[in-house]
């Protein structure tokens, strides 16, 4: 039986996945950053790290196929299936109100780490730390230079994303609430995105 749960636009969510549970991470209109983080249901310390995954891949971008790995170097998910053209990022932390206003916001701003810190208390949880999430569908291109620009999104409405737990977990998300840059489509408007476990 399949749950479809949406990630309200600038909003957070998580769930619960047990060991071999499948989330389906969907781009429904096609331009929206999905902040996603994981912990070890049993061990909220122990958590997806992109430094970890990284040397473990060696690559800077997941592909379908590969696992995803803990500060403590095991597998905790699987990208099992990934119908996008793949471009994920595993660089960029997740936005704060510090970024805001770095860009010039002088009033709060909705970002991804407070919408982690929700999503985590709605499980009735607190995260230990912000890790760096994995950035599903966020193009950012990078050059032996650095960043060439803020890339507008690649993915198409209804791309997405499935995820295999390889232990118990909570997966959290965000609808990345960035409106200044254009990570979200030049339009610079977050949407809605949508899960659905299985």
Sequence with gaps: MTQRIEIPARS???IRLPQGGR?????????QVVDTWMFNTEDLNEFQSNEHTRPCLMNLTPRQGDA???NKRRAIVTIEEDTSPGVHDT???????YRYQLLGCTEYHDNCTDNLTA???????????TPSPLNLFMNIPWTDAGVLAWGEP???PGDYVVL?????CIVAFSA???????????????????????
């Design 119 to 129: 999503a985590m208390a709605q499980l009735g949880l607190k995260e230990p730390e």
């Design 23 to 31: 989330v389906k991470v969907i781009n429904t209109h096609g331009t």
């Design 68 to 70: 995803l790995y803990t």
């Design 91 to 97: 660089l960029m932390a997740a936005c704060d109100n």
């Design 164 to 168: 295999r737990a390889e232990m118990p």
């Design 12 to 14: 957070g969510k998580a």
């Design 176 to 198: 990345c609430p960035q409106d200044i840059l254009p990570i979200n489509g030049v339009a610079r408007a977050p949407t809605e995105a949508h899960i659905e476990m299985y």
């Design 154 to 156: 690649t993915s198409k």
